[in-house]
């Protein structure tokens, strides 16, 4: 009832109203190497229908790792850029945003479009320079974490509000957001999320949004092979990635957690949750400094750097924690290693599988458990070596956990 007043409330201010982009959405879209799938035609279009109402858009895409939500988002955001407002599009994460920043920067300069970048890391005049670009409309697309809704950041036009992984912000970071409106007007939600959510179960979680689902990957992508080993014959899977990084091909070694703490014999002991730190340190004496590192405590530059050695081919491997989880798309990287696989959840598992099988390529994933499992774990990996199917996967959680 609350999400349903509250959506009645949003539904009483005006917002701008968007006719189709005749031009901008076209030539994006002849700009690229590839065709939009059927289901991202349909969803742009039930998209496109709601920005041409006076009242404002909420709507929610949810689609499959892969499956193509950021070129909807640009299409969307075609229409609302032609009619000469301001488009913002918000990510949880630095590494997150920073991706959307450089594809729409890719995308959208050509077609003379101003993009701009917003995160709570730039000081000084960087920060002071874009803010305003944004506050004067020199800014056209502003892409950014959720420095875009602190008090001081002023729109001058804003028509439409994207929000991807929308699971990661609360529904009152939505509604700051929703009040950098211009004078009378309230902008345009779109919300994207990568988790795909059983429809009974969006229907109660996100009452206040229309739903709209994106169920069809693009063609090329090869399924990914799952498989389940114990930890115990981590050695097999050691040297599997040795003879794949020969072949110029790359690897993730996601670790549950950074930090053991002071309690050294969970990182002598080499089947704890080992940290991620200390996994490095032992893929390194074995592979040089073809290892990388990524995690949460790692500084912004340090952390750029890392991923640039991964991204660019220098570094074979990169051992992280789940701040790879979203986002990060290395098409060479073929392997993706989950270290204690039961104590991750089933839509934490599918996302980071996503991160591999962006090529032609088969892509393997290797699920490794610390037995002995219990019941519900084995199911957990179960369901995931039986599908690759977000939408699956996710009505699979439900049972299995039920709806909490």
């Known amino acids: 009832v609350s999400l349903l007043t509250r959506r009645a409330y949003i539904r ?11 031009v901008l959405a076209k030539h994006l879209l002849d700009g690229l190497p590839f065709q939009m799938t059927n289901a991202q035609k349909r969803v742009s279009k039930e998209i496109l229908h709601d920005l041409k109402q006076d009242q404002p858009m909420l709507r ?3 689609g499959d790792v892969g499956a193509g939500k950021t070129l909807v988002a640009a299409v969307a955001a075609c229409h609302a850029l032609e009619a000469d407002w301001q488009v913002a599009l918000m990510a949880p994460t630095e590494i997150l945003a920073e991706q959307h920043y450089l594809n729409f920067k890719r995308w959208f300069e050509p077609l003379g479009i101003e993009v701009a970048w917003l995160s709570g890391k730039q000081k000084g005049k960087a920060r002071a320079q874009a803010e305003q670009q ?4 020199h800014a056209q697309l502003i892409v950014g974490t959720h420095a875009l809704f602190q008090d001081n950041v002023e729109f001058s036009k804003l028509g439409l509000v994207i929000i991807d992984e929308q699971h990661r912000f609360g529904v009152d970071q939505r509604l700051a957001l929703r009040n950098k409106g211009a004078d009378q007007f309230t902008p345009h939600q779109l919300v ?8 009974t179960l969006a229907m109660s979680a996100y009452g206040d949004l229309d739903t709209s689902i994106i169920d069809e990957l693009p063609p090329g992508r090869t399924p990914i092979q799952t498989v389940t080993i114990p930890l115990d014959r981590r050695e097999q899977v ?7 990084c020969r072949e110029g091909k790359q690897a993730y070694w996601v670790c549950p957690l ?4 002071a309690d050294e014999e969970t990182v002598a002991d080499p089947d704890a949750a ?3 730190v200390a996994r490095a340190a032992a893929l390194r004496q074995r592979f040089g400094d073809k290892v990388a590192l990524v995690h949460g405590k790692l500084q912004g530059a340090a952390r750029d750097r890392e991923m640039a050695r991964f991204s660019g081919g220098e570094a074979a491997i990169l051992v992280a924690t789940t701040v790879i989880e979203v986002g990060v798309d290395v098409p060479q990287a073929m392997i993706m290693v989950i270290e204690r696989a039961e104590s991750f959840g089933l839509a934490q598992l599918h996302q980071l599988r996503g991160r591999v099988g962006r090529g032609a390529v088969a892509s393997h994933c290797v699920l490794l458990y610390k037995s002995p499992l219990s019941k519900t774990a084995q199911k957990r990996l179960q369901v995931l070596r039986d599908s690759n199917d977000g939408f699956v996967i996710a009505q699979k959680d439900l049972e299995i956990r039920g709806p909490g």
């Open 12 to 22: 009483q201010i005006a917002a701008p109203r968007f006719n189709s982009s005749k």
């Open 60 to 62: 929610l895409v949810q």
């Open 134 to 137: 944004i506050k004067q409309g």
């Open 192 to 199: 994207m999320t990568a988790t795909p959510i059983p429809r």
């Open 238 to 244: 050691l040297q599997r990635i040795a003879s794949n």
């Open 258 to 261: 950074l930090d053991a703490g």
């Open 274 to 276: 080992a940290p991620a």
